[in-house]
């Protein structure tokens, strides 16, 4: 596997994929909104300005890609408490037909501790803040694991805790079993060294694992 798009390239976890996956020889094309404005160089990068809810954008962009890591985020500021949140779903919503239809087969999405089946991990000090201020951004997350989960595809869903600016350490744990699932500290550099592996080395194809320190 030589060639990522990365969807939501240009900062977060998206942007530490990008610089990781360069480092390893990848071939990445990145696609953001703001990709033109991305300051990395190299000549294994591919700045892709699009956007990630039109299936046009995304049809242009998954050409000659051999795997895709989606790493959308909340926009900055608050306004995901207050107002609905709708991208994660419709993204993906946009993305699946697509890679169904003329590929890549490989997707690796990133959602968070609290979306999907693992909600019900959470504990009961936990439930009320997380709702508060969560609520709208994880609701639409559960629908974008919901349609990832439905898909043909070869899809890995990776569930963060808590995410910090921290460097790549290689020490943090992939909590498969629900049984296992718990919050925690996890680097955004961590979580892009999860995901390059798994895409890498085809690991936890079909597996939704919780990621903490």
Do not use: C, H
């Amino acid at each position: 596997m030589e060639r990522i798009l990365v969807i939501g390239a240009s900062r977060g976890i998206g942007l530490e994929v990008v610089k990781q996956g360069l480092d390893r020889g990848l071939t990445v094309r990145a696609m953001a909104r703001s990709a033109e404005a991305m300051t990395q160089e190299s000549p294994a990068l591919e700045r892709f300005a699009g956007d990630a809810t039109d299936p046009a954008d995304l049809a242009r962009a998954l050409e000659g890609q051999e795997a895709v890591i989606m790493a959308l985020g909340v926009p900055p500021g608050l306004g995901f408490v207050y107002k609905p949140v709708t991208l994660f779903s419709r993204a993906t919503e946009a993305l699946v037909p697509l890679m169904e239809a003329q590929g890549p087969r490989r997707l690796l999405a990133v959602t968070g501790f609290g979306a999907g089946e693992s909600r019900r991990a959470l504990s009961t000090l936990e439930r009320l803040p997380f709702r508060a201020v969560m609520g709208r951004a994880y609701d639409d997350k559960s629908r974008q694991e919901a349609t990832i989960q439905s898909s043909a595809l070869d899809w890995t869903i990776a569930r963060p805790g808590i995410l910090t600016k921290g460097p790549r350490t290689g020490r943090y744990r992939v909590l498969v079993e629900p049984g296992e699932w718990r919050n925690g500290l996890i680097s955004r550099a961590d979580v892009a060294e999860f995901l390059l592996d798994a895409a890498q080395t085809g690991g936890y194809v079909r597996q939704a694992p919780v990621l903490v320190r």
